[in-house]
């Protein structure tokens, strides 16, 4: 939050000295002034304006770029939990969950200082049940743990149809026709024909005033979302079967996020993670064991 305002605080003393420069100008030499003096003066006074505007456009627009420039130590100490996993001979699923809380920490942070305010993570297991795939919350920051049910304490069943961003990744993964790798939404309390499974029977949006409900009684801690899938990032190795879960941010204002790098940058994680979370699939294998054994496993953790 202090490097937001940071970022805005010399336009913001630009915008104050403009307008009280505008108020004495008109105050006092305007009267003296002839018809050429007028339209000289309303030149320069809209010349003006329009590059304060552009100053306030380009600083909105790329000064939360230069901020990625800064997320690298976040995301190397993030890799770095993953990585020690890696030079372990043998590696139990605790220890996996463990290192996998550390990750969503440095992920947190990371868009939490690009965006300047707190974004929450979590990873999704890909499991099913009775051959129905479901997402189940395997991990999550260690701040959004705390307001969120996860786990055993969610007793609700998210089911991929009826959740859009699972849907549409998992659905629609092998049609070359539509882009799966990704699900980026803002503005979710009024975005047509979203779907989450904390979202039964919340009234449609026929008009202004229900509209107006739905933003005001938006029952979710987040406005906006991205969501990757767990996969590998090489082409040839993708398929659905292959989806292992996904990767979520996601923030609770309304527009957050820029899909131009973010996604990039969450494949990427994404593709790390994969080895992990495969490793877990694997000792989870049993259709009718998978829950209970997720579930042991994140109830030892918590």
């Known amino acids: 939050m202090k490097k937001t305002f940071g970022d805005y605080f010399v336009i913001i003393i630009s915008?104050?000295?403009?307008?009280?420069?505008?108020?004495?100008?008109?105050?006092?030499?305007?009267?003296?002034?002839?018809?050429?003096?007028?339209?000289?003066?309303l030149f320069l006074g809209t010349l003006s304006f329009f590059?304060?505007?552009?100053?306030?456009?380009?600083?909105?627009?790329?000064?939360?770029?230069?901020?990625?420039?800064?997320?690298?130590?976040?995301?190397?100490?993030?890799?770095?939990?993953?990585?020690?996993?890696?030079?372990?001979?043998?590696v139990e699923a605790k220890e996996i969950i463990l290192r996998l809380i550390e990750l969503c920490n440095s992920i947190s942070d990371?868009?939490?200082?690009?965006?300047?305010h707190k974004v929450s993570v979590c990873i999704k297991f890909l499991m099913f049940k009775n051959?129905?795939?479901?997402?189940?919350?395997?991990?999550?920051?260690?701040?959004?743990?705390?307001?969120?049910?996860?786990?055993?304490?969610?007793?609700?069943?998210?089911w991929i149809s009826e959740n859009s961003d699972f849907k549409f990744i998992y659905s629609n993964f092998e049609d070359d026709n539509i882009d799966t790798s990704y699900y980026y939404k803002t503005k979710l309390p009024i975005r047509e024909g979203y779907n989450n499974t904390r979202l039964h029977n919340w009234p449609p949006q026929k008009t202004f005033l229900n509209k107006y409900n739905r933003i005001k009684q938006w029952p979710l801690k987040y406005r906006s979302t991205l969501v990757v899938p767990i996969i590998p990032?090489?082409?040839?190795?993708?398929?659905?079967?292959?989806?292992?879960?996904?990767?979520?941010?996601?923030?609770?204002?309304?527009?957050?996020?820029?899909?131009?790098?973010?996604?990039?940058?969450?494949?990427?994680?994404?593709?790390?993670?994969?080895?992990?979370?495969?490793?877990?699939?694997?000792l989870t294998l049993k259709e009718d064991e998978q829950k209970k054994a997720i579930e042991r496993i994140i109830k030892e953790n918590r």
């Not at 915008?15 to 050429?36: D, E, R, V």
């Not at 590059?51 to 770095?80: T, V, W």
């Not at 051959?131 to 609700?156: I, M, N």
Request: charged share 25%; net charge positive; proline share 2%.
């Open 131 to 158: 051959k129905r795939p479901y997402a189940q919350t395997l991990v999550r920051d260690k701040s959004s743990s705390t307001e969120r049910k996860s786990g055993s304490k969610d007793k609700s069943t998210h």
């Open 233 to 282: 990032i090489e082409a040839n190795e993708q398929d659905q079967e292959a989806i292992r879960g996904f990767l979520c941010i996601d923030s609770p204002k309304n527009i957050a996020f820029n899909s131009q790098y973010d996604v990039d940058i969450l494949k990427g994680i994404a593709d790390g993670l994969y080895n992990k979370i495969d490793i877990l699939h694997k």
């Open 15 to 41: 915008i104050i000295g403009s307008c009280a420069s505008t108020f004495g100008f008109g105050l006092f030499f305007l009267p003296k002034l002839n018809n050429q003096g007028w339209v000289g003066v």
């Open 51 to 90: 590059f304060l505007g552009y100053c306030i456009y380009l600083i909105s627009k790329y000064r939360k770029r230069i901020r990625y420039s800064e997320i690298f130590k976040d995301l190397n100490i993030g890799f770095a939990q993953l990585h020690k996993i890696d030079r372990q001979d043998s």
């Open 110 to 116: 990371s868009f939490s200082r690009i965006n300047g």
